[in-house]
Structure formats: structure tokens, C-alpha cells
């Protein structure tokens, strides 16, 4: 089936730039997505992004997306402590597919 | 907020028994999906709905089972709970059969 794989972990200081990379496996993917889990909390969807795009941009947020090395990412402009949550990566294929959710990089943003 | 409800919030029960968790999908969304979410398997999908019908299944065990009903909420159930039944329950839901989905806030099941 499709893999969707992102590192586990990701420390940064307030106010730096944070990057969460993704990679996948699935070369009909379509949609792209981004999710944020808090603490206790659903899955928050934050943003997303077609596979016929490079870029996405929402205030903070921004997303590339590399087709040809199947890899996208999520920067976190001027980071928050707020910020602080469970980032997923997630795709879906062309056609019917369901959706292949990575395993989550967990963001700590040190004061 | 999402729109996406679910109930009840927290769940404890024992080996063997049967919970019921519901979930209602946001206004005008058609799609109902269910996760499990474990600290060893991440999150994983467990079966669609679309307008009442079954539409994908992916890993949902023998002793789970689901349905929606016509006014389109819909239903997990999970029979002969074992421990490692344990988990975060998340229904999401979407306008159609492929579009962007939406989280519920989960079910914590506590197994004993």
C-alpha cells in the first residue's frame, strides 16, 4: 500500500522558522494535506495543497510540494509556542483512494 | 470547531464487552470516516461511508463493525474488547466521496 513518512521529532526555538517534511510513496497523489493535533484534541486541518501546485502560502504557513522527488513540506514562520502540537503529513491518490496519514512529527517550540 | 461531534468523549469498559461510539458529520457532508489512533500504530483507517453506504474498509477487525444511518450520523461498533483495544476513536467526515476531511475531537476507550 501507499507510505507516507515523516520524522518523529522537531525542536525549535520562539520566533525561529520551523520545517516539517514529508515524503510518500504514492505517485497519483492528488491532494496533499497538513493537519495539526493538539494535546487531547482531533486532528485540526491546517492546509492543503494540489499535486499540480509548488507552493501554498496562508499567513504563516507555507507549503512546497517536490513532485518529482515525492516530497512536501510545512514552514512555520516566526513559531509560537502555540505551535506546539503533532504535525501530520497525509495524501490521497487519484480516483477513489482513501487517505494515507503519516505517522505525525511532533514540533516543540522552546520559549 | 470542525462541526464534527462525537460521543461520548471518554469510555471505560472491560475485556469482553461491547461500547457503541457515534458521530455526527458536519452539516451537508455526505462522507463519514472512522480512525483508531494508538500510541504503536499511529493512525489508522478503519472504513468509509457515503450517503448510507459502505464505500472503503481498510484495517477494521472482524469484531468492529460500522453503519450510517439516513440522517447520516454514524455508528462504531466494537465487540469482544480486548486491552489492546484501547485507542483514540476519530470519526471525520467530508462533503463528498473524495474531498477534504474534517475531525471530530475522538473517544478515548480505556479497556481493562
Known amino acids: 500500500g501507499e507510505d507516507v513518512e515523516q520524522s518523529l521529532f522537531l525542536s525549535v526555538r520562539e520566533g525561529d522558522s520551523s520545517v516539517i517534511n514529508c515524503t510518500y510513496t504514492d505517485s497519483s497523489s492528488t491532494y496533499l494535506y497538513w493537519y495539526k493535533q493538539e494535546p487531547g484534541a482531533g486532528l485540526q486541518l491546517l492546509t492543503y495543497?494540489?499535486?499540480?501546485?509548488d507552493m501554498k502560502q496562508d499567513q504563516r504557513l507555507t507549503v512546497l510540494l517536490n513532485k518529482k522527488d515525492k516530497h512536501l513540506s510545512l514552514r512555520i514562520a516566526d513559531t509560537q509556542t502555540g505551535d506546539s502540537a503533532i504535525y501530520f503529513c497525509?495524501?490521497?491518490?487519484?480516483?477513489?483512494?482513501?487517505?494515507?496519514f503519516g505517522t505525525g512529527t511532533k514540533l516543540q517550540v522552546i520559549p | 470547531d470542525s462541526g464534527v461531534t462525537q460521543t461520548p468523549k471518554h469510555l471505560i469498559t472491560a475485556t469482553g464487552q461491547r461500547v457503541t461510539l457515534r458521530c455526527s458529520p458536519r452539516s451537508g457532508d455526505l462522507s463519514v470516516y472512522w480512525y483508531q489512533q494508538s500510541l504503536d500504530q499511529g493512525l489508522q483507517f478503519l472504513i468509509q461511508?457515503?450517503?448510507?453506504?459502505?464505500?472503503a474498509k481498510g484495517n477494521i477487525l472482524e469484531r468492529f463493525s460500522a453503519q450510517q444511518f439516513p440522517d447520516l450520523h454514524s455508528e462504531l461498533n466494537l465487540s469482544s474488547l480486548e486491552l489492546g483495544d484501547s485507542a483514540l476513536y476519530f470519526c471525520?467526515?467530508?462533503?463528498?466521496?473524495?474531498?477534504?476531511?474534517?475531525f471530530g475531537p475522538g473517544t478515548r476507550l480505556l479497556v481493562l
Open positions: 461511508y457515503y450517503n448510507g453506504e459502505e464505500r
Open positions: 471525520a467526515s467530508s462533503v463528498g466521496r473524495e474531498e477534504t476531511q474534517y
Open positions: 497525509a495524501e490521497k491518490g487519484g480516483g477513489y483512494q482513501k487517505v494515507t
Open positions: 495543497i494540489f499535486s499540480n501546485m
